[in-house]
Structures are given as structure tokens and as C-alpha cells.
């Protein structure tokens, strides 16, 4: 597999599950199934729900365990009566690395509108964290042929008022609504064709070198089966996994997709 420069990053995106002790036993048994050497090779990050992030950061910080970790969302401002929510400082504060931010579940389920996710894009940087902005077309788009035209307009809305040297560091990660949670996955083809347009999007607007450092993750139905020709594809840096993420087993082969 030809080297991208850019160290990837496989993400597991824990939803709304399992409760702080299986958090627990989540990390502890990813850390005995993963080595040193698969840390050199790869960026990993577990995003558990809001109630288990500080039992899984005292597990990480203790046995020394090289996992970052990852918040699902957050608010964008730093405090106020905001019943409910969570602020980028109160994560920062949990040396949490990386916020999902604008996830399809969030902008459909509860929401999220472009505005708000650029909010919470600069509140994460603000607050010394890395964004990882999700954008994605549905089903309806795809068929409709206007895929590329949603996702550039996402990100373009989603990086607003952000600096080109924040954009070289940051993580977006294309996750075509159809094929969360589906088992239908985008074609490595497919998927490598609009993480090349979201890189493209990134170098007409922040420059060659926010492109080059940016990294652009796949989402959706990655399993153990088929990340290994996702991850040859040259604009694909990572992999943002929902179910495959809920098993240590499943995970840490995703994790070490190199070595299968
Ligand atoms: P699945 O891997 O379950 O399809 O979920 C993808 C996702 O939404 C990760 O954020």
C-alpha cells in the first residue's frame, strides 16, 4: 500500500452505547489485543458517550494506553444555560483530542444545521481540540446525482471562518448517510471519488497545504472485510466505524487492517 504522508486515523464512533464499566473493559481489552507497533502505523480514537468519558480517560492516562480520545458532540459556547449540553472547554478539560462534529445522525435527528456545526467546528479549535466534520449526501442525492454539490457545500459551510493552517490539521470524514448502519457500504471507487473532491474543495479554498495535511476519513459500514481496499485508496486517511467499533475483537482488526 503506497504511503499517503499523512498517519491514518480509525475512529470508533461509540453512539449511544455501552455504559462507563463497558467502556472500561472496551479500552482495556483493545490494549491487549493492539502493540506498540500498531500505534506507529495508525492513529486510533474511541468516542464513548458523554458519561463514560472520564472513567475511559483514567483507564487511557493509567495503563498508558496510546488511544486518543474522542467526544460524539458538544456545544459551542464556553458556558450559560444551555440545559442538557456539554462545552468544548469541559472536554478539553478531560484531554479529550478529537469532537465529532455535524455526524448525520445529529443534523437529522436533532438539528444540527451547517451554522451550527461551523460553530462548533471553531469552538473545538478555539479550545485546542481536533475537529472530525462529517458530511455526506443521502440517498435521495446520490440517485439525484448531486452527491459532490452536497458535500463541497458542507464543507465549505462547515470550514467557514476557519484558517488554512487549521485546516491542514483537522479531520472530515465523509459518511454517506445510506450506508450508516446499513451493511451497504460505499464503493471503495465511489468513496474514493468524493473524499478527492472534499480534498479538492480544501485546496481551491485553504491552499495546496491545508490539502496535503488535511485527512478525510470513510464512514459507513466499514468492517474488517472491506477496509483494506477502502484504505488504498489515495484520499482516503481513515475510517469513522459505528457497529464494527462496539467489539474489541472487530475494532482492533480494523485497527491493524494493515497487517491482515
Ligand atoms: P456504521 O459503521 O455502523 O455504519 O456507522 C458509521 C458511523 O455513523 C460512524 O460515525
Redesign the pocket.
Known amino acids: 500500500m503506497a504511503p499517503k504522508g499523512r498517519m491514518p486515523l480509525i475512529?470508533g464512533?461509540w453512539?449511544m452505547h455501552h455504559n462507563h464499566f463497558d467502556a472500561i473493559q472496551m479500552v482495556q481489552k483493545l490494549s491487549y489485543r493492539l502493540s506498540k507497533d500498531d500505534y506507529k502505523t495508525v492513529d486510533v480514537s474511541v468516542?464513548p458517550p458523554f458519561t463514560d468519558l472520564r472513567s475511559v480517560q483514567t483507564v487511557l492516562e493509567s495503563d498508558r494506553i496510546p488511544i486518543a480520545l474522542g467526544a460524539q458532540h458538544c456545544h459551542w459556547e464556553e458556558k450559560g444555560a444551555f440545559t442538557g449540553e456539554v462545552s468544548p472547554a469541559m472536554l478539553a478539560k478531560l484531554n479529550v483530542s478529537y469532537v465529532?462534529a455535524g455526524?448525520?445522525?445529529r443534523r437529522t435527528l436533532f438539528g444540527e444545521s451547517d451554522e451550527m456545526v461551523n460553530a462548533k467546528v471553531r469552538a473545538i479549535l478555539a479550545n485546542g481540540m481536533t475537529p472530525i466534520l462529517?458530511v455526506g449526501e443521502s440517498l435521495e442525492e446520490r440517485e439525484a446525482g448531486t452527491t459532490e454539490e452536497r458535500v463541497r457545500a458542507q464543507v465549505a459551510a462547515g470550514l467557514a471562518k476557519v484558517s488554512a493552517e487549521q485546516v491542514a490539521g483537522l479531520v472530515i470524514?465523509y459518511?454517506p448517510i445510506w450506508?450508516?448502519?446499513?451493511?451497504r457500504?460505499a464503493s471503495a471507487a465511489d468513496a474514493q471519488a468524493v473524499c478527492a473532491a472534499i480534498r479538492a474543495t480544501v485546496v481551491s479554498s485553504f491552499g495546496a497545504a491545508a490539502g496535503e495535511g488535511l485527512r478525510v476519513q470513510y464512514?459507513?459500514?466499514?468492517?474488517p472485510s472491506n477496509i483494506v481496499e477502502l484504505m488504498a485508496e489515495a484520499d482516503i486517511d481513515g475510517?469513522?466505524?459505528?457497529?464494527?467499533?462496539l467489539d474489541a475483537d472487530e475494532f482492533a482488526r480494523l485497527v491493524q487492517y494493515q497487517s491482515v
Open positions: 475512529s464512533n453512539k468516542h465529532i455526524h448525520s445522525e462529517c470524514a459518511e450506508a450508516i448502519g446499513t451493511g457500504n464512514g459507513g459500514s466499514v468492517k475510517a469513522l466505524v459505528g457497529g464494527a467499533s
